[in-house]
């Protein structure tokens, strides 16, 4: 539980933090270049659109914001909740860590997560967690297997060190992941390409037990770190 519901920035001290479960990832499909780039570019495609009505068209104050901007991407809510169907569901064009210097925090949220990642050419997706990462095998799945490695969590005293386990979303592909309520995350994309279709399934249970103000996206979203590091503590994809 958030400390302040409608605080959008709330961090807790990660040194006191243990994940409750593991996060499961499920490699799927690889595409060739043009399949992939057009899967990506079209999802992309439908954010930068709903942005750029927001902007012409804001939405009016006490109505749902379905347009929004979150630490690894902009967003846009493609199926919002209602009476009887507690779920939500939206896609996020990735940042390229590389053009902003800095990368996503590790966070958690207080409801269950289902992300699905794309990746189009040249793009990767650094898939991070306090907890060591599952990668299920998947029939339709015949590349290689996803780069897997651990580093230390950046900007932490030697005396207070966490490793941070690590799998690679390589560039074309399809890759879904499960992530437990509770349990450290972290995405960030190196590249121009990549999307996310995330479904939140406890979003508007969880909104209304915490007795927030107002529906946001990010409502539940607890970060483990005060401020991002640099790109560089996220970029490696290879031990």
């Not at 269950?112 to 095998?137: A, D």
């Not at 015949?142 to 969590?153: I, Q, V």
């Amino acid at each position: 539980m958030k400390h302040v519901p409608d605080h959008e920035n709330e961090h807790f001290d990660v040194r006191a933090h243990h994940d409750s479960g593991q996060n499961r990832i499920t490699p799927l499909l690889r595409f060739p270049d043009e399949v992939a780039l057009h899967i990506v570019e079209g999802l992309t495609g439908l954010v930068r659109h709903a942005h750029r009505a927001e902007e012409a068209r804001p939405t009016p104050p006490g109505q749902l914001k379905r347009a929004q901007v979150f630490e690894e991407g902009d967003v846009y809510m493609v199926e919002p909740p209602f009476p009887g169907y507690f779920a939500d569901r939206y896609l996020m064009d990735f940042y390229d860590v590389r053009e902003r210097d800095i990368c996503s925090r590790m966070h958690l949220h207080t409801g269950l997560r289902f992300v699905r990642m794309m990746t189009g050419p040249g793009t990767t997706i650094r898939v991070s967690s306090l907890s060591p990462l599952i990668v299920r095998p998947s029939p339709g799945w015949t590349a290689d297997p996803l780069a897997e490695f651990t580093d230390e969590l950046p900007d932490m005293p030697p005396e207070d060190a966490r490793e941070r386990y690590n799998a690679v979303v390589p560039p074309n592909s399809w890759v879904d992941m499960q992530i437990p309520r509770g349990v450290s995350h972290q995405f960030n994309a190196v590249g121009p390409n990549a999307v996310i279709d995330s479904v939140h399934p406890e979003e508007s249970i969880e909104t209304l037990r915490e007795g927030m103000a107002g529906y946001k996206m990010m409502a539940q979203t607890i970060f483990l770190a005060e401020e991002r590091s640099a790109a560089e503590t996220c970029l490696g994809t290879k031990p």
